[in-house]
């Protein structure tokens, strides 16, 4: 079945460090790919999304590429900030139809924590 | 952007209790809602997919008659946890898909203690 590995965390940086956590997948077919972010005591929100190869998802400085050869969709933001402190799931979606279309499957989450 | 309302945010009871959480979405029709159970400092694990006006289709090692699931409208699914008992305690989070559309709109999750 579909998998999405994320690297170990917790990861801990100073703010305007570089952030990169990696994220593969195994899938059948050719998934969308999600990175959301969780707040403590939150649910979860969309950061960004790729849904073919080569596509590169962006938002609020976070960026991630969708990468067939690799399988890989790895996250990463030039300068963190302390609001970034958060735990990020790589996430993909199946789209190969039946009753459980669009379901996603998480990643185990990465914590990240920013010291100013 | 879409918004999904899930309602208790918090909710603490006495072991035997049936308790109820509802998910809605507030601007967007539902034609799929998603349970997902989140236990500290772990991942999301999919319970079941509630397809609108049909059964939910629960996944592997769910109970059915424990997770109780109804999606009678396009906007909204409520999950029933019944004779809910200390394990049972979790962090619950539904989703929300409009038909045919990603990605998933997330409510803001239930925090199930029971005593």
């Known amino acids: 079945g579909d998998s999405v590995t994320q690297m170990e965390g917790p990861v801990t940086l100073s703010e305007e460090a570089f952030l990169t956590i990696n994220c593969t997948y195994t899938a059948t077919g050719y998934p969308s790919l999600f990175w959301y972010v969780q707040y403590p005591g939150e649910g979860l929100q969309l950061l960004l999304k790729?849904?073919?190869?080569?596509d590169k998802g962006s938002n609020k400085g976070f960026e991630a590429t969708y990468r067939k050869e690799t399988t890989s969709f790895h996250l990463e933001k030039g300068s963190v900030q302390v609001s970034d402190s958060a735990v990020y799931f790589c996430?993909?979606?199946?789209?190969?139809?039946?009753?459980?279309?669009?379901?996603?499957?998480f990643g185990q989450g990465t914590i990240l924590t920013v010291h100013p | 952007g879409a918004v999904v309302s899930q309602h208790p945010s918090w909710v603490i009871c006495k072991s035997g209790t049936s308790v109820k959480i509802e998910c809605r979405s507030l601007?967007?029709?539902?034609?799929?809602m998603f349970w997902y159970r989140q236990f500290p400092k772990q991942s999301l694990m999919l319970m079941a997919t509630?397809?609108?006006?049909?059964?939910?289709?629960?996944e592997q090692g769910v109970e059915k008659d424990k997770f109780l699931i109804n999606h009678a409208s396009l906007t909204l699914s409520t999950l029933t946890v019944t004779s809910a008992h200390p394990e049972d305690s979790s962090f619950y989070i539904c989703?929300?898909?409009?038909?045919?559309?990603?990605?998933?709109?997330f409510g803001d999750g239930t925090r199930l203690s029971i005593l």
């Open positions: 601007d967007f029709q539902a034609t799929t």
């Open positions: 509630s397809n609108e006006g049909s059964k939910a289709t629960y």
């Open positions: 790729a849904t073919k190869a080569d």
């Open positions: 989703s929300a898909r409009n038909r045919g559309r990603q990605p998933q709109h």
């Open positions: 996430a993909l979606s199946d789209l190969t139809g039946g009753t459980s279309y669009g379901k996603l499957t």
